[in-house]
Structure formats: structure tokens, C-alpha cells
């Protein structure tokens, strides 16, 4: 029998990766424990789903604090209080210190509603749209300094309607979010998921630059 993974979950908001985490997290079979669920908004609805499901929470806000140092000092903290294996970000509407970021290297994962490396940052489906793509979809990756550039580990792809909104394009990334997600903290809770000195590995080899393709 493995021995439990315990993950730390940071949300600004509603939750919806959290709870597609949480639900994976209850398969007989899964190593990943949800130990906490951390949030820097206290109307994030995150925060009743973790109690709903009987985890730990905390809150934060970051209003409360003198900087983005400061509040990266104090979430350290809080995250640390757990011994968390990985801390996972899930709509977590922060920048990150440097510091921070260097704290967990190696231990941070973050999804990002677009295939990076392109569209870093926000409004990513209206950008998708704008530039007239054919596809677009969402990337897990580990966190480094770089905005949104750390190496990736699994991209989903969604085939762009000629009908789509923003709204009706993120609906559909939000789907392959929740199936995406899981599965790469899955494989790190299994031990195949690494950050080595070359980029992201899985089972020991190295990832593509577009890491791992899924397809559902």
C-alpha cells in the first residue's frame, strides 16, 4: 500500500477544479490526500465544498497584509502547518513571490486555461478567439518565476467552434480542467511525476515541450 500524498489546495474562488480533485481523491485507489484547502478570499465558495467534504480550511486575505511578501511569508505558514507533499493552485488569483515559488520547487503544480505557452495570463478564450484558432484548451505545469512558464506536464486540447463565445469555450476547457488536473496530481502522488534538471518527467523520461498529450 502507498503511502498517502497530502496536498495542499490554494483557491481565490468558486472551486470547480477543487471539487473535480476532491471527488478523484475519494477513488479507493488514489494516493493524493486532500489535507487542506487554503483560500486568500473569504467569499471563495472553495472553501464549502473542502467543508462539505470534511477538509481542513484557512483563510487568508491578502488585504490584510503589507505586500506580496508579507502574505507569501504568512501563507508559507499556513501551507507548511500541513507537511504538505505538493501544493496545488486552483484558481488561485495570486502572483507568487519568488520566494514562495522557490520554497515549493518541485512540489507546485498549476493549471492554466490555455495550451501554453501561448496566452499567459488572463481572458485567455477571448484572446483564443481574437487570433481565430482552431484549437485551444488548457495545461498543467509546474510552477516557476516565470509567469505561467513553468514546465508542463499534460495539455488538453478543445477543437474551436465557428459558433463559440468566451463563455461557451471556457465551459468546454473547464471539462478537460477536470479531467487533466486529477490526473497529473495523480501521478505524482504515484511517484511518476517528476521536476528534474531537464524539465518535467514521467516514469522517468523527459516530457515534451507540449507535455503530455490527452485525449479523451
Known sequence: M?????????????????????????????????CAVIANRADAYGLER????????????????????????????????????????????????PGFVRHYAGRLLNIHPSLLPKYKGLHTHQRALEAGDSEHGCSVHFVTEEL?????????????????????????????????????????AEGRLRLGEQGAMLDGQKLPSSGHPFRT
Open 148 to 188: 505561467d512558464g513553468g514546465p508542463l506536464v499534460v495539455q488538453a486540447v478543445v477543437p474551436v467552434q465557428p459558433d463559440d463565445s468566451p463563455d461557451s469555450l471556457a465551459q468546454r476547457v473547464h471539462e478537460q480542467e477536470h479531467l487533466i488536473y486529477p490526473l497529473a496530481v495523480r501521478w505524482f
Open 50 to 97: 473542502a467543508k462539505a467534504a470534511g477538509i481542513a480550511t484557512r483563510l487568508l486575505d491578502h488585504k490584510a497584509f503589507d505586500g506580496r511578501e508579507a502574505f507569501d511569508a504568512a501563507l508559507i505558514e499556513a501551507i507548511d502547518g500541513f507537511d504538505p507533499q505538493l501544493v496545488v493552485l486552483a484558481g488561485f488569483m495570486r502572483i507568487l513571490t
Open 2 to 34: 502507498m503511502a498517502d500524498c497530502n496536498v495542499v489546495v490554494l483557491i481565490s474562488g468558486s472551486g470547480s477544479n477543487l471539487q473535480a480533485l476532491i471527488d478523484s481523491t475519494r477513488a479507493g485507489d488514489q494516493p493524493a490526500r486532500i
